[in-house]
Every structure is written in C-alpha cells, then in structure tokens.
C-alpha cells in the first residue's frame, strides 16, 4: 500500500509519541565522574618520586581505565575464567585450539553500534619459546554480512551473486546463515592497550579502537575477529600437570608473535562459528597491531615464499594487510615509554635481564608500581613521559646487547612477504615517526622488489587520526581485495603515494576530544539521539 509522506510523518510521529509516553524511563542526573574510587598509597607516591599533581593525575587515569571495563573486567568477568586442563589422548594440546565460546556477550554493557552484535573466545596460542598458552578474542558481527562480487563475474554472474548474498543474510533460531557462505572476516589487531589483564579489548566498554576500526568494519558488513593477544584477558595459564597456575607473558611488540595470536585466534573462530564465517580474510591492524598486520603476511610467507604448514588451512583465504602506523623499530617514538613495556616483557625471552640494567632506581619503582597497578597505556604515559621521564633510564641503556637482540625479534618489515600489504602512515606522528616507517618500507622494498607493497603518506596526521583521514581508502582497498580486484601495486612491485588534506590543515580537528561515557541504564537514555 502507498502511503503520502505527509501521512508516512504523521504515522511516525503519532507512533513514537505513543510509545514514548509508555515507555520512556525518568531521566537521571549522571556524574562526570568515575565509578571506580582507587586512591595511591603514600607509600607508593613516595617510592615513585610522584609529585602530587602526578600521583592526581595517574588516581584519574586509573579511576576513568577502570570505568571502562566491561562487567568489571577480566579480574570479575566469569568469561575469563580459565577451563581446566583435560586430559587428551590426541596428544599436546596445539595452538589454534578453541576452548570456550562464548556465542552471546550481552552487549548492554558495551558501547559499542546497535546492531552489532558481541561473541568472545578463549583459545589457544603459543609464545616466543614455543609454549601454548590460553588467549582471548572478540567478534564484532555486522547486522548484515557484505555483499562479495566478485570483479571477474559477468552481468548474470552478478545477479546470482547478489541473489545468494540476500540468501546469506537469512538467519536461523541459531543464528546459522541458510546458504552460501559466511560473513567476509577482517583480522583485526589492536595498537597498544597496556601489558596486563585488564588492557584486553575484549573487556573494554568501546573494544579499545571503536570506531577507529572495529566499528567501522562491522557495520560495513564484514565480521571484525580480534585477539586480546596472549597475556591481555587472560594472564595466567596451567601449571605443570595442570597444576598451580603460571603468569602468562605479554611479549609486547613482538609482531610475529602477535601476528600468531591473530591467526590462532581466527582458526579457533571458524571452529565456533563455521557457517558464519567467511574463509576470506583481510588482516589489518594499527600500531602494535600494524606491525602484527604486516607480520601476518610475513608469517603467511616463509624465506621462499610459499605458505608454511603451519597455516595451511587459513592461507588459501588470505587476500592481503593493512598496516596502519606500524611499529617496525621497536624503540623509537618515545623511548622512556616502550623500554617499561620491553623491559616488563624481555624475561620471558631473555631471563637474564633486570630491571636495573635499563632503570635507575626511581625508574625501576616506577615500573614495579605499573605492573602492581596493571595500569594501562594511560596509566604509562603519566609515569614515564612526565616532567621526570629524562631520570628514569640510566645512560647507555640502549647500547645494552638486550635492545639489539629484542629488536631483530620484534620489529616487522625488511622480511619476505605475502601481499598486497597496503601500509598508512602519517607525517606527524609521534609515536611511530614518518622517518621510521619509510626507512622500512624503502628496505623491504629493495630486498623484495617483487613484492606488491603501496605505502600511503598523509601529509599532516598523527598517530590514530591516519586512520580516519584514510578510512574511504582502506575500506575501498579492503573491498577490492575481497572482490578479487587486482592491487594498483600487482606486478609493480612497491608504489609510493602521498595525499593531503582537502581543506587547509589547521582547519581540522587534531585528534579525537570524546571517550565513551557509558550511558546504558535506561536512565541515561536521554543522552543518545531520540533515546532510542
């Protein structure tokens, strides 16, 4: 039946009124505040130097980090909690394995878009020295799965293509696609969250990125999986036996480690969720996370280019990286900031070291103070970049045989392969320099000429606003891989390309001023469009 618009606006408007007046709940004052109320020691002010507009500052930190965490947190969420280690006659447990899904996270706790929806997993991966260790990861589901046509099908090809895609969006009571394939994945890895537990995306109210990334990918239509990485989420693992439990090692910037965690993670997903994934992947990830999405597609190439066994099974569905901002020299940008994370994570590689042989003793009761805290990477930038940053390491620290030897481990880039590998990086950037990347980018280029790299310069962005000044770029460039497009880099090798701002730059908002304030409580409703 056709209705008028006029009549279209009355039907809304009497509708919503009706339903409004039955249902709106009374709107209550809510505070600026935080619901979290820790307070330092003395003690600990007094062991850190803190000054007391310091130890203000980091109370603030922490108190606004604490509220953010989803159901508490992993120390409270029962999502964490580790299953026991069963005995199996299949052999060692391997990495990639799932161990709990958790299909339905309540999302009324979250701030993430309506209509999205949350999963969680726990599964498992494996460190540097080849240990397999419990993990956490999300899924961020799309309400509708996007619509892959492939760019080499002819018009009736196309139809069908469509035809089976409205088909996929067709749900079951167990939330099963009833044909086709599932929705197209986009392996999602975070930049730097913090080192400990409470850091995991997967417990934080806006998944840590929000609509940086995993918003954005959702509601474009592609399911968003994303590890926590080994040591977020979870942090501690069975003991010998299955015994006493054992700290779990966040080996921070280690790429290729991280890379692992990504890809174990995206293995297990497809074991809880089969039909609603697609077997195509793209991988892209920011900063931390840059650098582990350009070490996926090093990982997914081994020295002569072929897949290693390892990943044979989620290879064939590899269609290329985005490496936003990626960290591929470990220690530049602000050393005072990353040597506590490296330091916090060199003795699970290298368990000679000390925190003595980097930090003066100020610096060392600092780092303690971080780890006791499990503060975030909010909480280290209030210790380690304040007025006293330049006391806290000792001279020539970085000329210990430590900064080398982790670095060769850790850093991405200047390896072999797999692309097209598409990497974003902003001139202003502070924490992952311009300088930095396109030295990288310059050496991988000249070792592996062959390879299909683009490298997008933005002229005058920092260091997570690249990605909102890039996003029609990577969603387009994600697309395309998808649909089978060739890379403007395919049989060219590298391309360089830079792009400025469409207004004068002084014109634009530098960096983000909002954070989630959760407004969940139907009390709060008021605070979002219509209440509704």
């Not at 850190?48 to 507009?53: F, I």
């Not at 391997?94 to 161990?99: K, Y």
């Not at 929806?117 to 309400?143: D, M």
Request: glycine share 10%.
């Amino acid at each position: 039946m056709f209705y008028p618009a006029k009549a279209i606006t009355a039907l809304f408007l009497s509708g919503h009124a009706s339903s409004a007046s039955a249902q709106t709940p009374p709107a209550a004052e809510q505070s600026t505040g935080f619901n979290s109320t820790f307070a330092l020691t003395p003690d600990q002010i007094v062991a850190t130097n803190l000054s007391d507009a310091e130890a203000t500052s980091l109370n603030n930190v922490l108190r606004f980090d604490r509220s953010q965490l989803a159901n508490g947190g992993p120390h409270e969420d029962d999502f964490y909690t580790l299953p026991p280690l069963t005995n199996s006659s299949t052999g060692p447990l391997e990495p990639g394995t799932l161990l709990k899904t958790q299909a339905f996270t309540d999302p009324s706790t979250f701030a993430i878009p309506p209509n999205t929806a949350l999963s969680r997993i726990l599964y498992t991966t494996r460190t540097h020295n080849g240990t397999v260790v419990p993990a956490t990861a999300f899924i961020l589901w799309p309400f509708t799965a996007r619509n892959i046509v492939t760019a080499s099908a002819t018009g009736n090809q196309h139809a069908q293509q469509r035809d089976k895609a409205e088909e996929k969006r067709s749900y079951d009571d167990q939330i099963k696609p009833t044909g086709g394939a599932g929705a197209p994945v986009v392996l999602w890895t975070h930049g730097t969250s913090g080192f400990f537990a409470s850091a995991a995306p997967s417990s934080h109210r806006a998944l840590w990125y929000g609509d940086a990334a995993p918003f954005t990918l959702a509601l474009e239509g592609y399911a968003v999986v994303a590890p926590d990485y080994a040591g977020l989420g979870i942090s501690t693992t069975w003991g010998e036996g299955g015994g006493d439990t054992q700290k779990i090692p966040h080996q921070y910037l280690m790429s290729r480690i991280s890379a692992r965690d990504g890809l174990y993670a995206l293995r297990a997903a497809r074991a809880a969720f089969a039909e609603a994934l697609d077997a195509r992947f793209v991988a892209m990830g920011h900063s931390q996370g840059g650098g582990a999405a350009w070490s996926v597609a090093e990982v997914l190439s081994d020295e002569e280019g072929k897949t290693p066994e390892e990943f044979a099974d989620l290879a064939p569905g590899y269609r290329g990286a985005v490496a936003g901002s990626p960290t591929t020299d470990v220690f530049t940008g602000w050393p005072s900031l990353i040597a506590p994370f490296v330091a916090l994570a060199l003795g699970s590689v290298f368990p000679s070291f000390q925190l003595a042989d980097w930090f003066t003793p100020v610096g060392a009761a600092r780092v303690k103070l971080f780890r006791e805290l499990e503060g975030s990477i909010g909480a280290a930038q209030q210790l380690f970049l304040g007025d006293g940053a330049a006391q806290l390491l000792k001279d020539g620290w970085n000329e210990t045989w430590y900064v080398e030897a982790y670095g060769k481990l850790a850093n991405a880039g200047r390896r072999p392969f797999r692309g097209p590998l598409l990497v974003l990086q902003g001139t202003e950037d502070v924490y992952v320099p311009y300088s930095v990347t396109n030295a990288t980018v310059a050496a991988t280029c000249a070792a592996h000429p062959d390879s299909a790299l683009e490298f997008l310069v933005v002229n005058g962005t920092g260091h997570v606003p690249t990605l909102d000044a890039t996003r029609q770029i990577w969603l387009d460039w994600i697309q395309d891989r998808f649909e089978g497009r060739p890379a403007a880099t395919e049989g060219r090798g590298c391309k360089r390309t830079e792009m400025g701002s469409f207004l004068p730059m002084g014109w634009y908002l530098k960096v983000g001023n909002a954070f989630p304030q959760w407004a969940g409580a139907p009390e709060y409703s008021y605070q979002v469009p219509l209440g509704l």
